[in-house]
């Protein structure tokens, strides 16, 4: 079993990352509506949703969304909210799951970058690419890899719900590589969490690969410019071209 398996499937994931901003990412969601001008008769598919936090929202503002993931834990949780307009499934990401179908994919929260081979990444990049329509936009949520690697933060301990989290990080070669030691009451448990330094360059040679152009690039939630020194994160907004 790959490590992003085991550890996305498990729940101890989820209780690390309890907390992640629910209004930060509705902010963030309604920025990118307002920005692409999406349109409610507009068909999105939210790549790795995890347990659909982002798909709820937007069906919520009566968008068509689906939702795919690797994880059936994180899907099963996601079906309990499954509606008319709101649906959920286990898949790969590396694989299509509607040819043409799209209108809008999202891929947030840094949900790239887990493979053993970049042709994995590529293959990932490809089908989004392909689950859409002509002229269909992708919207990638990645690191920004100079910023976070300036920013590492090699060791830390956390405790939450009476579970303590001890972390450690560091750079090794082309991925930043997370050690998680879990002691839950007398349990202990390890994971593990590898993600490859994807730069705007590896993006624009994937994309470009995958019949895609870059249009728009955030550096942020707000959607303030992208600067490599100074930004969070790295908002790729691209489209698919004929």
């Not at 499934?89 to 790239?112: A, E, P, Y």
């Not at 329509?133 to 590492?152: A, C, H, R, S, W």
Request: aromatic content about 12%; some cysteine.
């Amino acid at each position: 079993m790959k490590w992003y398996e085991n550890w996305f499937d498990s729940k101890y994931y989820h209780t690390l990352y309890k907390h992640r901003n629910h209004n930060e990412a509705e902010k963030f969601i309604n920025n990118i509506i307002l920005k692409l001008n999406i349109k409610k008769d507009q068909k999105i598919i939210d790549v790795c949703c995890g347990k659909g936090r982002h798909a709820n929202y937007l069906s919520k503002l009566k968008f068509d969304i689906t939702g795919i993931d690797l994880s059936k834990n994180n899907i099963e949780f996601a079906k309990k909210n499954n509606l008319n307009n709101l649906n959920f499934f286990v898949h790969d990401m590396r694989s299509v799951f509607k040819k043409n179908h799209f209108d809008i994919v999202i891929n947030l929260f840094t949900s790239l970058g887990y493979f053993d081979k970049l042709e994995d990444e590529e293959k990932a990049i490809n089908s989004m690419i392909n689950n859409l329509k002509n002229e269909g936009v992708i919207i990638i949520d990645f690191l920004n890899v100079k910023k976070t690697i300036t920013d590492l933060v090699s060791k830390e301990n956390k405790i939450i719900e009476n579970i303590c989290f001890s972390l450690s990080r560091k750079v090794n070669k082309d991925y930043i590589i997370k050690n998680i030691k879990i002691t839950d009451q007398k349990k202990s448990l390890y994971f593990c969490e590898k993600v490859r330094l994807l730069t705007l360059n590896n993006f624009k040679i994937m994309l470009k690969k995958s019949n895609a152009k870059i249009i728009d690039l955030y550096g942020d939630y707000s959607l303030n410019s992208f600067d490599e020194d100074k930004s969070n994160r790295l908002i790729i907004v691209a489209k698919k071209i004929k």
